[in-house]
């Protein structure tokens, strides 16, 4: 499994390319098991993206687990993942091609031994990406690959991510007064204006809420723009707001709040996406918190998760899902790792989850 790891992580998969080439590799891997495979266009910005999919058994419950192919890009030495200490380090093994391996290993595993359950392992190209066509989630969707209850291989250290906040991106675009470069004191920075609205939005009432899983939302000055030349004061600059909302806000009044900032700004949604949640009382939370128990250090606990995931996407078609991978860190950084050894365990615990459902599916069966 470390092996498959290291080879997906070769792949430059941040590119159109290298996230094709990816699914080329996937595809065969189960191909040359057996195992049945169906691929799908239509993600991307030109709908040139594949989506794929895996899938064994034929029975209930109909379990989804999901992970995506696409990394964050990184240095050329990062696409060479290595073990130390008992890590492997490189981009992606935590930020998800180690939990997509286990996850590939897993239904492999069921594919084996048999399994009375239906699972289907649905891999996207595009989940670390934001663009104006369809998400390789909403292809598959609409493709009939829905089911009971959805696992995302996100790095959650083993605990269970019942909830995710959502997501609102603003473009919030300045207007100063333009003066020469030798006089600023003539004109209005507009740079030095998108820095003071940012520190303001911070002050906002909404930027000082909390939920049960959250202590505050996440607002992050993404990107800036402004000025042309050396010589000259700037007068229009344009900066990019990633805000993480707590799910007991509403975006809507997020934005209101920012717009009534006393400055000469204009506020533009780029997109939004919705928080989501589900409870600990699921059957099937139940059932992987079980598992979990198993062979977690501690207690699986129903964590809130900063970052969003493709779930939101399942949820909107009324499918229940929870962020659920291995134990590492350091993703998107410069020194991203997984513990080399909880790609093993993880893959146990999907195998077991899917095989206490089952036999619990064939329970109630006979009973009625």
Known sequence: MLALTRRLVRYRSFTPGGAESTMDFINGWFEARGLETSRYKGAGPKGELSSLVARVGSGGPKILLHAHADVVPGDDEQFEAYEQAGELLGRGVY????????????????????????????????????YGGRKGAQVLIDNGHTGDFLITGEP???????????????????????????????????????????????????????????????????????????????????????????????????????????LPAEAEILFTHEPTYVSRKNPFVKVLREVASRHFR???????????????????????????????????????????????????MLVQFVKILAANGAAEGKAV
């Open 298 to 348: 501690g207690n699986p606990v129903g964590v809130g998760r900063h970052g969003a995931s493709d779930i939101v996407f399942f949820q909107r078609a009324g499918i229940s899902g929870v962020e659920f991978g291995p134990v590492g860190g350091g993703h998107h950084g410069p020194r991203e790792f997984v513990v080399s050894d909880s790609l093993e365990t993880y893959r146990q």
């Open 95 to 130: 930020d998800m091609k180690g939990a997509l391996a286990a996850m590939m290993y897993a239904v492999e595993d069921l594919h084996v031994t048999g399994c009375e359950a239906t699972v289907e392992l649905l891999i996207v190209p595009d989940e670390e990406r934001e």
């Open 156 to 262: 959650t250290d083993f605990h269970i991510g019942i909830q995710a906040k959502g997501v609102l991106a603003l473009r919030i675009t300045m207007n100063g007064r333009s003066a020469h470069g030798s006089v600023p004191w003539l004109g209005k920075n507009a740079v030095l204006l998108a820095y003071e609205h940012y520190k303001r939005v911070l002050e906002l009432p909404f930027a000082g809420e909390r939920s049960e899983l959250f202590p505050y939302p996440s607002i992050n000055m993404a990107r800036i723009i402004g000025g042309d030349v050396i010589n000259r004061v700037p007068d229009h600059a344009t900066y990019d707001l990633d805000i993480r909302y707590l799910p007991n806000q509403v975006p809507g009044e997020i934005v209101r709040q920012i717009r009534s900032i006393d």
